[in-house]
């Protein structure tokens, strides 16, 4: 089996977590503790990317981001490289799918921790921001990584929006969904198989972890 | 110190508030029937609420000013406040909990010297390292009390933080709170339905009902002690555990 695919596609999702998690836990924070004209707005437009077909939002995307684009063409002015059918755009393409699932499950576990003990921590002196990171995020951890665990795992098996944003580049964005579908193509069944029981294990476990982590709520 | 805490509100969204009185230094009570729109006055001061219209200073500081669109944020407002939930950071020790609001310029141990110095005054130093999930009731409160108090605040706020304990905690309590306040001489203003937590702690009275102040005064307008005004809701103070959710 080749496993370039599958060490892409972690990497690849690695970095997308990492990235959905700063927006999206900044979006669910804003959602969950302010309000401001277009907030419904926004929510709706975070949660599309859960009902929008993968095309869609990949046609979206290379509008968006296209080598044309202002955002795509300032970005190859200063990186060298356009963003789409690169690495780049493969991280985008992730980031976007996980996105909605942080901005939700991150907002949720926000607003599950008591608004006395933020407004207490204020009464305390403490800012909205250091009110936000001593007391609500850490109250809502468990909500939030399990949050970000199933960001993860959406942003391991990203097929669609990938293909559209990034291509099938073997060795550049080839991810292992992509790597499944071309050995499929290719009647290579042992290689799609041995790559679909690896994604199957990490995707079972990461749901596992999630339900460890939200279940079981701790009773005070 | 000494500043007195001027209030003058209106909240006219949902609820209906228009209070108007002067927390000079000392314990004010705030006393009514529950509804009266007593913990929305308190936290409309502390700056957790908005009010509609109306001014409120604390000696030359301004806090609020609808006409001139003052509105200082509760965290630089510099009040304490004491939740009738306590709100207490159930993921951090008694120590850290207390710490919370001192001057971050400050060295961590010191910071850390002082939070235990106060525990040890309220009586509670054993709980520095424990989390609040395995408090009594007593002892939450305590701790609660000390957080509030170690922030050097400007004005004191309470909200009925004692309603939850049987009648020996509440006297002691109450005795420990009176001894701070002499000390930190600041406007400070609790608020009750019981009348005898009201007389052991506070000077002066104002008398809330249906969001608006019927009576300022000294505490002796409450009425004799044990006297009984049947518009407030009065229930006997150890059946309060049984009542409370």
Redesign the interface.
């Known amino acids: 089996m080749d496993l370039a695919p599958l060490a892409l596609s972690l990497q690849i999702a690695t970095i997308a977590t990492i990235v959905a998690a700063m927006v999206g836990i900044g979006i669910a924070a804003l959602l969950a503790n302010t309000r401001f004209p277009g907030r419904d707005l926004v929510d709706v437009v975070v949660t599309a990317p859960i009902v929008l077909p993968p095309t869609v939002l990949g046609y979206y995307l290379l509008v968006a981001l296209g080598r044309r684009s202002f955002v795509g063409h300032a970005f190859e002015a200063i990186f060298g490289s356009s963003i789409v059918f690169t690495r780049t755009g493969a991280v985008v393409a992730a980031t976007v799918g996980a996105l909605p699932l942080v901005v939700k499950s991150g907002r949720a576990a926000l607003e599950g921790v008591?608004v006395?003990?933020v407004?207490?921590?204020?009464?305390?002196?403490?800012?909205p921001t250091r009110?936000f990171f001593?007391?609500q995020l850490?109250?809502a951890a468990r909500g939030v990584v399990a949050a970000l665990m199933l960001a993860f795992a959406r942003s391991l098996g990203d097929f669609g929006i990938t293909l559209m944003v990034a291509g099938d580049i073997p060795g550049e964005t080839q991810t292992a969904s992509l790597a499944i579908y071309d050995a499929i193509q290719e009647h290579r069944d042992q290689a799609a198989l041995g790559m679909v029981v690896t994604l199957t294990a990490i995707a079972i476990a990461i749901l596992y972890g999630v339900n460890k982590l939200t279940g079981g709520r701790d009773v005070? | 110190m000494s500043a007195e805490l001027r209030v003058s509100i209106r909240i006219a969204n949902g609820f209906a508030l228009d209070v108007d009185f002067d927390v000079p230094p000392g314990v004010t009570v705030l006393f009514g029937p529950s509804g009266a729109g007593k913990s929305t006055t308190l936290a409309a001061i502390a700056g957790l609420i908005r009010p509609t219209s109306g001014r409120i200073v604390l000696g030359d500081q301004v806090w609020f000013d609808a006409e001139t669109r003052t509105d200082v944020p509760v965290h630089r407002r510099g009040v304490a406040f004491l939740f009738q939930s306590l709100a207490l950071f159930p993921h951090m020790t008694a120590a850290s909990n207390v710490a919370y609001g001192m001057d971050r310029a400050l060295d961590r141990d010191v910071r850390r010297a002082r939070a235990v110095a106060l525990l040890e005054r309220l009586r509670v130093p054993h709980l520095a390292d424990r989390r609040p999930p395995t408090f009594s009731g007593g002892e939450a409160q305590r701790v609660a009390l000390a957080r509030a108090l170690a922030t050097s605040p400007r004005a004191i706020l309470l909200d009925e933080p004692f309603s939850a304990l049987d009648r020996e905690l509440r006297v002691e309590l109450v005795a420990d709170l009176r001894a701070f306040v002499r000390e930190l001489d600041v406007p400070v203003l609790f608020v009750t339905h019981h009348r005898q937590e009201a007389r052991a702690l506070a000077e002066r009275v104002v008398i809330l009902e249906g969001g608006r102040v019927q009576r300022v005064g000294a505490i002796d307008e409450l009425g004799p002690p044990g006297g009984r005004d049947m518009s407030f809701d009065e229930t006997p103070l150890d059946a309060d555990r049984m009542l409370k959710p």
């Open positions: 008591d006395t003990l407004r207490a921590a204020r009464t305390l002196g403490a800012g009110a001593t007391v850490p109250l005070r």
